[in-house]
Each structure stands twice: as C-alpha cells, then as structure tokens.
C-alpha cells in the first residue's frame, strides 16, 4: 500500500506520508506481480484518495482488483457478471437487494452520449463541446478545459445519473484511455478499449484492456503531469518499476472494482458512510 511513488492521474489526490506515496489503487504493485509471474491474480485492499469525503466518496476505501492473463475485455465482462450473480444471490438471503439484470445492459459510450446530448463524443468539436457543457450546471469548467475534462463533466452530469440499473458502458473515447489499449470501433474511430460498469447511477467498477507499450505510457504519464503543472497540482515522477515490469507484462485485461460502493447501491444507501 505504501510505495516510493505515486499516482499521475489529475483527478485523484495522492496521500504522501514521509515514507512515500498511499496507493490510489494497487494497480502499480500488481502489475509488477503480473510480469514476474505471467499469471492471473485478484487482490481486495485498502486504496486511498485525498480529498474525496462526500455521499459517494471516502478518503480510504476498499477496493477489489483482478487481472485475467490472455483475456479480452468481452470475457472480463463476463466474469463480472459472474462474480455479481454470486455476491448477490448470497446477500440477497438476507436482504432486500436493487435488483441485477442478467445479463448486464451492454453499451457503448457514443449511443449514450448522442442519445442524450446529440452530439457524437468522438467527432464533436471542443467548442461544440464546451457549448454542451454551459447547457448544464457545469459552472466549475471554465474556458480551455480539455477535451476529456468537458466529456467527463457531460458524461457523469447528464448520462451517468440514469444508469440505475447494471449496465456495461464500453468503448470510451479515446482522450480517456488512461492505461487502456486503442483499439478502433465499428464506426471507424479511436477509442479506449476500456469498460465501466454503472449501478445505482454511479460508477462501481473499471476496466482496461491493459497498456503494455512502456514508451506510450510514458508518454501519457507525461501530458498528465503538463496538466497538473497547469492547475498547480505537484508533478509525480514515474514509477521505473512500473514501465519495466510494463515491457513484460503479458496480454491482460484488469478490473477495479469499488466494494463500499457497490454494497451502496445494492442496499439502496443514500450514503457510503452506511456501509
């Protein structure tokens, strides 16, 4: 949980202590496990995030994370639903639990984002969207907010409230890849081959079809800390055990899962502090 460094992701917080960065995720450490090994593995630990104390949020929660070697994203999938059915059908003996279709409500960003903005999130213009934006209560994104910050703010203001029920949202667009794979989509765009999974209209897991190019992740890592300069957040130096063990990872897909929210929206709590 605790490593020498941290994580560059601008909207996550890290907690320094003397001795080094709290982790945000176990990803880094598992993905050092993963090169040694070749092998699949899970792990449920405390992650922790500074300044995230809300009805949703907490600064230390716990967190569910696996990686399946030589699966595709469709067959991650898959095992979520499995896992789910199994965690809800044992709950539910002694519970009155929000219901899980089965299978899962599987869809891609794009339908979702036209189908209520009537835009498409890949091709739309900044200005285009940045309009979108002043439509809803999104005060807090000024002028010369990124591409990915105005889709992320429509996204979770517009769209993410009605996804009550389980749903599959996969195909994200291409600015929001993080630590995902490109890959192209039906239509002819880029996209990130990443899912996330929404109950309860709020986001509980998310998956990446895992980044295994060293020097790509570099790169990104790179424009996140140009970012973090810009809003006056510290820089994070890579983590050279991360893009080692990255040119020997093998194919793999990964998943976070959040457990404190997930027994949110299973239990119906207004609140995380509840669980």
């Known amino acids: ?107 891609a960003y794009a339908t979702l984002f036209e189908a209520r903005f009537g835009a498409c999130p890949h091709t739309a213009s900044d200005d285009e969207l940045m309009e979108l934006c002043r439509s809803l209560p999104l005060a807090h994104l000024e002028e010369g907010a990124r591409r990915a910050d105005m889709l992320d703010a429509l996204f979770s203001t517009g769209v993410e409230p009605d996804l009550v029920r389980g749903t599959l949202v996969s195909d994200f667009p291409a600015c929001q890849a993080t630590l995902a794979e490109y890959r192209i989509d039906d239509a002819g765009h880029q996209v990130a081959d990443r899912f996330e999974f929404f109950l309860g209209g709020m986001e509980i897991a998310n998956a990446y079809q895992e980044l295994i190019d060293a020097e790509e992740l570099s790169r990104r890592f790179s424009e996140n800390n140009a970012v973090r300069r810009t809003v006056g957040k510290p820089e994070i130096v890579d983590d050279p055990g991360l893009l080692e063990a990255t040119t020997r990872m093998p194919r793999c897909a990964g998943i976070a899962l959040g457990i404190d929210r997930l027994l949110m929206a299973l239990f119906k709590e207004a609140s995380i502090s509840e669980v």
């Open 1 to 107: 949980m605790l490593r020498e460094y941290g994580s560059s992701e601008i909207h996550l917080d890290n907690l320094i202590l003397e001795q080094g960065y709290l982790q945000t995720s176990p990803e880094y450490a598992m993905k050092g496990l993963i090169a040694d090994s070749g092998r699949s593995i899970y792990q449920i630990c405390p992650a922790f995030r500074g300044g995230e104390e809300g009805r949703r949020h907490r600064v230390e929660f716990q967190m569910l994370e696996w990686y399946r070697v030589d699966y595709s994203l469709r067959e991650l999938m898959i095992d979520l639903e499995s896992l789910l059915a199994r965690a809800h059908s044992a709950l539910a003996s002694d519970e009155v639990l929000l219901p899980l279709p089965q299978p899962l409500t599987r869809v």
